[in-house]
């Protein structure tokens, strides 16, 4: 994506039956952007967690 360009979804994760039940929180990293002629940083990496 490039410029003023929003987005949103949902990423399907598969686990065993039971393994949700034991999970606290879950840490979602979106990595750093960079200008592809520049090399310039635009966006910093980005950490959210999410806990349950």
Do not use: C, H, L, N
């Amino acid at each position: 994506m490039q410029g003023a360009v929003s987005s949103t979804g949902t990423v399907p994760y598969t686990m065993d039956e039971r393994a949700g039940e034991e999970i606290e929180w879950i840490d979602v990293i979106v990595p750093a952007i960079m200008d592809e002629e520049t090399y310039e940083v635009v966006s910093e990496e980005q950490k959210y967690r999410i806990e349950f």
